[in-house]
């Protein structure tokens, strides 16, 4: 049976419309459910449609996907190109995988017949695009996982890449949400055999697919369609020099002048004593001062370590301890730094009973990567800068509850030296009916025209402050 009709003729033809039937025909006759794969140059047997109709009208409007001349999809199990019939039964007798013609692409099941390698091609037609050495790696990382078998022993054309960008294609047509999508890609990997590359969630989906990616500008307009806010003359006006037309919206209903110059678009510093993020806090500019080469580059990173101890099993009385290490980067700002995915968690302490004051031991891989990260650094590539930096980390700050510090900063918190501030200027007293030590002398942190600064006798003081 010829079908060159499928892309070479008219599909306003005889031929065509006929050749449409025909296949609406096999279909119908090999279906296996309600649903139909339809194979038009857009749905590209992702979607199912219960009625011909609509098939029909997407194949008559838009043509057949290519590389689709055997209908694999929908019932046939053979190749068919030549008109001739002796042909055709020698065609079908052809070893595949002996067959010079053929080679590697047309081995495998008959469904693969029609999945001929274009994202290789693709891919290989890309690399003398690549400018630098971090895009070439990046594409060669593409090809190795193009080449790599979504599981071991897979004897099917089933790819890392190719699987992961079919599922993310089916996730766009279906318009599922990203939870959704993790949801199944976690059920799909429990499925396959162990081993397999399947990603995990759909942010190592879209790593996997888009590596490369493309940047993205965003440029102002003229609201009169006059000029585009770009180029060295352009890009730093507030007005249209043609139409004389703000560049940014100005607020009407603002009290004072709206004739003046128009505002910014920029997020204002707030000065109200207010701890909205490290950044307003007095350590972070001493940081500076001490440390100006750190400082210099807003690259480097600020670390802010939290630990604390846990039960995952929700019994108490379970010999079992679990201490969580996350570092979180205060270099972003406030509604990201804390987001789960700029999170790190680069330790998990399990173990029978807690590590106490010897978590110092299970800390030293972690210490001696921050130390390589505050000494030498790590090289790194900026993406918008297109330039590799030698990347910078600090501890800038702990986080953690009352007796965790103890055991963290090595600082006894009970005992007479048990305040940190003070440390050993900390005045206790022994209680020896009850058996607790109290800390007195706490007037001094009042100010200094403060009534109770001077009421020694009535606060039992033991020395004038």
């Not at 162990?194 to 965003?218: D, F, H, R, S």
């Not at 790590?378 to 990347?391: H, N, S």
Request: charged content about 30%; proline content about 5%; aromatic content about 10%.
């Amino acid at each position: 049976m010829n079908r060159q009709w499928i892309y070479s003729a008219d599909r306003r033809s005889e031929e065509f419309i006929a050749g449409v039937h025909q296949f609406l025909s096999i279909a119908k006759r090999n279906m296996d459910s309600r649903f139909i794969r339809c194979p038009c140059i857009d749905c590209k047997n992702q979607k199912e449609y219960s009625s011909s109709r609509d098939i029909q009208m997407h194949l008559m409007r838009r043509g057949f996907m290519p590389n689709y001349v055997c209908w694999a999809k929908h019932g046939e199990s053979g190749v068919m190109l030549e008109d001739d019939e002796d042909d055709e039964e020698e065609f079908h007798n052809l070893d595949y995988a002996e067959h010079p013609f053929f080679g590697d692409t047309m081995m495998g099941d008959a469904e693969d017949v029609e999945d001929t390698d274009d994202l290789g091609a693709m891919l290989q037609a890309a690399e003398k695009y690549c400018d630098n050495e971090n895009v070439r790696k990046k594409l060669e990382r593409m090809m190795e996982d193009h080449k790599t078998p979504l599981y071991p022993d897979c004897k099917g054309s089933h790819k890392k890449l190719r699987s992961t960008l079919e599922l993310l294609q089916w996730k766009a047509a279906n318009g599922i949400s990203d939870k959704a999508f993790t949801q199944l890609l976690k059920l799909i990997k429990e499925f396959l055999p162990e081993g397999n590359k399947l990603p995990e969630t759909t942010y190592e989906a879209k790593k996997v697919v888009c590596p490369i990616g493309l940047e993205v500008q965003k440029i102002h307009a003229c609201p009169n369609d006059c000029i585009l806010y770009r180029g060295k003359e352009l890009e730093h006006l507030e007005a249209c020099p043609v139409c004389k037309a703000s560049r940014y919206k100005i607020r009407r209903n603002d009290s004072g002048d709206v004739e003046g110059e128009p505002p910014r678009k920029r997020i204002p510093a707030k000065e109200d004593d207010m701890l909205r993020h490290p950044s307003d806090g007095s350590q972070w500019g001493k940081v500076d001062r001490m440390y100006p080469q750190f400082a210099e580059d807003a690259r480097n990173i600020r670390f802010g370590l939290s630990t604390d101890g846990m039960n995952p099993f929700s019994e108490m009385s379970s010999s079992h301890s679990t201490w969580h290490v996350t570092l979180c980067m205060y270099n972003l700002p406030p509604w990201l730094c804390l987001k789960r995915k700029f999170i790190m968690m680069p330790a998990l302490i399990q173990g029978p009973k807690q590590p106490g004051n010897d978590i110092d031991v299970y800390l030293q891989p972690l210490v001696e990567e921050l130390l390589e990260l505050w000494s030498t650094g790590v090289r790194m590539w900026d993406e918008y800068k297109q330039e590799d930096f030698d990347l910078h980390a600090m501890l800038f700050v702990t986080i953690n509850d009352w007796p965790a510090l103890s055991n963290l900063s090595g600082q006894s918190n009970k005992g007479f030296r048990a305040y940190t501030h003070c440390l050993d200027e900390t005045d206790s007293m022994y209680l020896k009916h009850c058996r607790k030590v109290v800390y007195m002398e706490n007037r001094r942190f009042l100010f200094c025209k403060h009534l109770l600064r001077k009421k020694r006798k009535a606060l039992r003081s033991s020395r004038p402050s």
